[in-house]
Every structure is written in structure tokens, then in C-alpha cells.
DNA sequence: AATGAATGAGCCTTCATTCAT
DNA sequence: GATGAATGAAGGCTCATTCAT
């Protein structure tokens, strides 16, 4: 009922020169869209090997069990979400210029990270057990923080910012409306309809919300939004 | 061994007298539980029939099938949080109180609704699925947008409101920060700490929230957070 | 005993007429056979099904799991064999003749009850741990050692046995060699030969055994086996 | 998971410098406790392969499949004991002193031998198809019985044992107590208690069973045991 | 309106074993 | 001799659901 692998198709079941590591990558890729398609306990272990180029047996070669497989996988979207803030530079620009790249850069990051934010909603599901266990989480958390940390130095430093701003509540807040605008867009335009999700609007949007934080953060903004009607 | 399901050790539950309508609310009340705390496809109708008063036949006599229990639920909740919002009554205040009101009442209102947060969590890994099927669900939502609605009106009539300021995206921005706080407190406090979430930080978030919003509405208007260190 | 209700030898899985009752013990009777055959990790669930009138599925209803089955099975036969004792009478015979009987009763029901023989033999594998768990089995153990005890009293009352007698050593004793009689009769054959084995050898290996029991309990009994040569 | 069989946490075993006995000796050290423990079925190649200082592989190597293991492992412990019962000198006792001795010794050989215990309980249970099968282990049973037709020859040419006594029954009845008294302990103790496991009520009943035998054998044989209470 | 018994499908997992190097 | 990678088969168990009464 399972593996119809023998179909005259283009399963490459042949010729692979022994690479664990590829086929490694592969169940993993096809993990992370399963499980975040369809969460933990909805995934299938079944499915998953049938569409890898690999057998179900090889999944519990590398990764133990399904509980090992899914914290593959959210480790692994961690330290690609994560990577992607280490390439972000913003050490050239000045505070303002700075904090609004980084807001924007984590609002669209979310954005083209869907898998990512499924399966940290998923995740939080499972009350972050997982993540809990995972010993390469945490290390990669730092980064974002720091950035923000030099930003907000620099920015009171030079008295743009206000002195009590704070990193930690800087990028919750960021966090927030960024998470939200992706993980909750299937019930809020159920409920309320899709006009905030087309292109024009959710460009507006993330402007809003940078002329929001700005004002909040530096000293003196004058916030530029809502000013004309929508 | 723990006597899951159908295994022969049967029950001897307390005769309900017959009251077809208290049956329902109970298996009703268990089923948001189970749901809420394992997701859709991770809840079990064995667990959830163990839990309740009557039995799990019951369950499908009055719900159908396992979905149908599911969208009961979800219909619930809604119903429940939308009915709370109903009671809030800023008609009487004037446009800043009553703004300010209606972002305290929301945040609040999630973070004592961890069922609906994690059942709209549920539902949107489900991609609004069940909440689109529902009929009654829509109805809801029009009350709270109403009230918004309202206050940008009175707000703007007495110039005191950006001309641009929109009810719609209020609601989402508030939305946003009130659901994040409750849904993403897991994995959050996992990768940065419990700090943003003791009662104090969460008293000064809510107020700097309110604080950011009200200086992008009100024009004029001095934003106060953030001015002192944390 | 063993409910061949099967007549004509066709699987009848048609027309039982709700019969939970027949159900179990038809279960129970296929996987005692299985489990003695081939002990807890080497019976096989699939297997047991097979041959029942039922399916895979009703093992787990009834009996929760293999263990729970494994458990049942053994409490089952510990139940027959005990029932079986408790059926020997010899209250009215005088002592002397009351301990040779039921020395002789011990040893034919060893040799007829091979399954009890295997599924002890299975359970001191896994020292005991499912005995244990039993709140049947303890209580069935009385019964022999009461016998024992009265004898032994009645015995020494009139002057016939020997002080130091004791029933409890009196039943370790029988059961020892009655218990190896069965349990190591294939090594044993297979090293030595099956030569004790026929039915001759055994009721001369018997009568040498009370003998020799007798001659220890009983004062100035004088030993008559091993007086003329094989 | 924790990491059983082929998941690819791999090993970092210091590497024996290739001496193929010592890695034979190795895996059947190992492979003889798993298997005493966990029966042929209940037995775990990888298991075993984790604990032994070689890779799975190599079992496979040197042993053919799990069975050739099981029967290499099987013929170790026979050869064992039988190499203590080598051990025993007995030539120089005289008659009863002899079979006294060599009652005691295979008592005590029962107990400081439970591994081998388990494994012929376990190849009984498997109908000694094992046994049958080895080519050394048949030649292994000579000795003891060898033994036992000395004294035997010894003590009816002087007079003081029965015409009738026979070293094959001989062996058969001190094997039966000395066995039993390991391979059920754990059954027995869970039905009527560890009384008779302490090492005082051991000495007794060791002593009780050489007298029982001794008056069997011995003409004019006074037993001495159960004269007194316990 | 209610219940104990029954069920088929399929899920996660493990096992002994072999291949390619 | 030795190793990591790979595998088919099946094994125990659970699930949502329905039947018969």
C-alpha cells in the first residue's frame, strides 16, 4: 500500500553514491514540509518516506524516532531563520536608519518563512518542549539581541534614543506583529476579510509599524502614518 | 496499561438523569480542553469520552464525528471571548480613555483565554479550515470592529485622531501584541528568558503598548514609556 | 478441558451470538498455547489472532496489550492447576498414605499439565515479574500447603512422623523433582538419553521418590526402592 | 531514544589491536548474559553489540546469525560446569563420604551457575532443538556420570549401598532439587514467600536432601533430618 | 437516548540481516 | 578482518468509527 516505488517513474532509487549526508538532507526537507503542514502528531511517518528518495527505515536510522525527526527539523529551521539575521548588517547604518532595517528585515523575513512560523506555532503547541530539549537552540539567540543591543547603545549614545529603551522588548515587539501577520492570517481574514494581506496594504502596514516603533523609540518622531486616510 | 480506550474495564459514572443538554456542555467543556491542549489531530475521542459523563456513542450521537466535536469547540470560543467583548462598554468614555480601554480590555482578554488562543493557534495550522465552514463564526466578529469603529469616529470628530487612523488595522495591531503574548510565551521564554513574562514587565509591556499606540492615533500626543531605564 | 467448540473444524466466524464471555476464553485458550510454545517476546499477537474466532483488535480490547494477555494466560493456568489440587481429597485417609498420595497426585498433575510447567518455566525468566504483579495468584496458594500442614499435624500426633517436619520444605521437595520431571525432560534426554522417560521407568522413578519422602517423614520407615537392581 | 541499534550516534570504542579470540571471547561474554536474561526471542543483537567492544558486523562474522550465537553461548556454559565437575576429586573419599560430597557440590554448583540455569531452562523451553543440534555437548556428560557409577560401583562392593541403586537416577534426583532450587526461586518466592532462601534455611535443606538421599542409598542409614523442629 | 462489543485500517517502531567499501 | 549504511518484513498497538441491542 505503501512504497509504489517500482513504477516506471522517476524515483532515483538507483545511483545514489553512498551520501549520507544528502540523504539526510532530504528526509529532513521533507520532514519540515510535513510537519509543518500538518504538526506533530498529524505528520506521517509513512508519507514523509514516501517522498523521500530513501526508505521509511532510513528515518529511523538517523533520527531515532518521530519525536527525533520533528527536533530535526525545528532545529533546523531555527538556524535558517537565524542565519538569515546574521546576514544582516546593519553596523554601517545610523541608529534610526538601523532599527528600521531591522524591523523590516524581520517583518518580511517572516513573511518568506512560512514553515518557520507553523512550526513555532507547533511548537508552542507542545509548550516548547522541544525546543526545551534542544541544545542548539538557545545558542543561536543571541544574535538578533546583539544587534538590537548595539543599535540602542549607539542611538542613546548619540541621545536619539530614549534611555529607557530595551533590546529584549524591542525585538518582542517586533516579533509580535511580524509572528502574527503570518501565523494568524488564515482566521483573521476568515473572520475579517483579506483586505490587510494584498501587496499595497501590508506594505503600509510594515510602514505603519516602523512609524510606530520609531516614535516610541526615538526621541522627538514625529509619526508620519495615519496622518492621510487609508 | 492505563486503560485507554475500549479496553474491558467499564465505567460506573453517576446517572446524569437525563438532562440531554447538560451532556452536551460536558462532553463540550472536555473536548475544549483536550482540543486546545493536543491540537486537532493529536486529541483523542477515547480520552475525551473517558473524561466526560457519558459515553464516547455519545459523543458521535451529538457531534458526528471527530471534526464535528472539533468545530463545536471552536465555535465556542469564539462565542465565549466575542460575548466578553459585547460586555465592554467604552460608549461613555471619551475617545483616548475608551481607545485606551478597549487595548487593556484585549490584552487582558487573551491572557485569560489560553484556550482560544491556543484553539485559534489550532485552527490556523488547520489554515482556517473549520472556522470557514462555520456559519456562526462571522456573525461575531462585527461587534468589536463596531466598537473601534465608533471611537475613531468620535476621536477624529473632535480632531483629536489622525484622519487616516483605521479601525481594521487598529484591531490587527492590537490583536497582534495581545495574542503573541500568550501564544509565543513558550518558545519565547525559551530562547529569551521568563523575564518579559512576571507580572511587573507584563504590567509595563501592556502600558507601553497602550503608550505606542495611542502616540500613533492621537496626534499630539507624548509618548511616556521607555523615557526611564527598565 | 479444552473447549473444542469448534466442530467441523471450520472457522466459524459467523452467527456467535454476542457471547463476550466465550469470546476471552477463546482467546485466552489460543494464546495460552502460544505463550507456552513460545514464551512472552517469541509469541506472536498476529498469530494468536489468527487462530482465534475473533481479531487482533479484540485481544486488545479485552486484555489491553501483550502483557496483559501474557498475564491473564498465566493466571489462568496457575488457577487450573491450584482448582485441581484443591479437588484431591485426603482428608480420610490415614497420614502415611494421605503424603504418598499426595506426592503421587503432584507429580501425575505436573506431567499433565505441560503448559503450566512451560509458562512457570517462562515466568522465573522474567523473574516473576508478572506474578507478581497477580492479585490472583497469591491467594491460590494456600490450599496445597493447608493439605500439607494437616497431614503433618495429624502425623505427629499420632507419633508417626517426625518432629521436625515441615510442610512448606514437604511441598518444595515434591514440587522440585515432579517440576523437573517436566521441565528439563529435553536436555536432560539429550544428554543422558530418554531411557527414564517411559512409562515404566517413570512409575518406578515415582514409587523410589515417595519412598524415599516417606523415609524421611515417616520414624522407622524402612526404604524398599533400590533393593533389587533395575 | 536512546540511541538502540543502527541510529547514527556511532561508537568510539578503543580499538583492540586486532586479537580475533579476545573479540570472540568478548561478544560471547556479553551475548551469554543477554541471552540467560532475555531468552533466544527476548535476546537483542544490537543490544549486544552496543555493550561488546567490536560492531554488530562482527557477530555476524564470527557466529553466522543470532541462533549460531545462541548455541555457541549455550555450549560455553555446559562446558563450564562440566569443567568444574572435572574439577571434582572424589577417588579418594569413601563411598558415602563421596556421594555426599558430590550431592553438596552439585547444589552449590546449581547456585554460583544461574546463568547456565536460565539457558537450559531456556533451551527446554526452545525443546532443547539447540542442544540436539551441538556436536560437543553430548560428550561433555560422560564425567559425572562416570563419577557417580564409581561410588556406586565402590559402595555396593563393600556392602553398604543398595544391590538396586543407579548412577543415571542418582544424578537425575540430585540434578532435579539442585536445579529446581534456582530456576524457581522467583515463582516460588512470590507464592509462598523467601523463607526458604535464606542462607541458613539453605544449609538445612542441603543437609535434609543429603540425608534423604544417603538413606536411600545406605543400607541401615539412619536420617537424621526433620528429628527436630525447624 | 444510550450502551458494550466490535472493527479495519494504518501508525510508529523494531528486528535480524546484508551490502559496499 | 572490519565498518557505516542500508533494508524488507513484520510486530505491537491505537485510532476513529459503527453495529446490535
Redesign the interface.
Known amino acids: 500500500m505503501d512504497a509504489s516505488e517500482g513504477d516506471a517513474g522517476h524515483k532515483r532509487k538507483t545511483s545514489w553514491k553512498k551520501d549520507?549526508e544528502a540523504v539526510?538532507r532530504d528526509i529532513l526537507h521533507i520532514a519540515t514540509q510535513e510537519f509543518a503542514a500538518?504538526?506533530?502528531?498529524?505528520a506521517n511517518i509513512n508519507e514523509i518516506a514516501r517522498q523521500t528518495s530513501t526508505s521509511k527505515r532510513m528515518i529511523?536510522?538517523?533520527?531515532?524516532?518521530k519525536?527525533?525527526l520533528y527536533q530535526a527539523v525545528l532545529e533546523g529551521v531555527y538556524a535558517t531563520l537565524r542565519a538569515r539575521e546574521d546576514d544582516l548588517d546593519v553596523a554601517g547604518l545610523e541608529p534610526v536608519a538601523a532599527l528600521r532595517r531591522l524591523i523590516e528585515a524581520t517583518f518580511e523575513a517572516h513573511v518568506t518563512a512560512p514553515h518557520f512560523i507553523?512550526l513555532?506555532?507547533?511548537?508552542?503547541?507542545?509548550?516548547?518542549e522541544y525546543?526545551?530539549k534542544s541544545e542548539i537552540?538557545?545558542r543561536l539567540?543571541r544574535s538578533i539581541?546583539d544587534k538590537l543591543e548595539d543599535v540602542c547603545a549607539r542611538g542613546k549614545a548619540v541621545g536619539l534614543f530614549?534611555?529607557?529603551?530595551?533590546a529584549?522588548?524591542l525585538?518582542?515587539?517586533t516579533?509580535?506583529?511580524s509572528?502574527?501577520?503570518v501565523?494568524?492570517?488564515?482566521?483573521?481574514?476568515?473572520?475579517?476579510g483579506t483586505?490587510?494581506y494584498s501587496e499595497a496594504r501590508q506594505a503600509a502596514?510594515l510602514e505603519?509599524?516602523v512609524?510606530?516603533?520609531l516614535?516610541?523609540?526615538v526621541i522627538g518622531y514625529e509619526?508620519q502614518?495615519?496622518?492621510?486616510?487609508?
Chains 1, 2, 3, 4 share one sequence.
Open positions: 549520507p539526510r500538518h504538526g506533530l502528531s498529524g529511523y536510522y538517523y533520527f531515532g524516532d519525536e527525533g507553523r513555532v506555532m507547533i511548537e508552542n503547541i507542545h509548550n516548547a525546543l526545551r537552540v538557545p539567540n539581541i530614549r534611555a529607557g529603551v530595551d529584549l522588548e525585538h518582542w515587539l516579533s509580535s506583529f509572528f502574527y501577520n501565523s494568524n492570517r488564515a482566521t483573521f481574514s476568515t473572520s475579517f483586505a490587510l502596514l505603519r509599524l512609524d510606530m516603533v516614535a516610541s523609540v509619526p502614518s495615519w496622518n492621510a486616510p487609508v
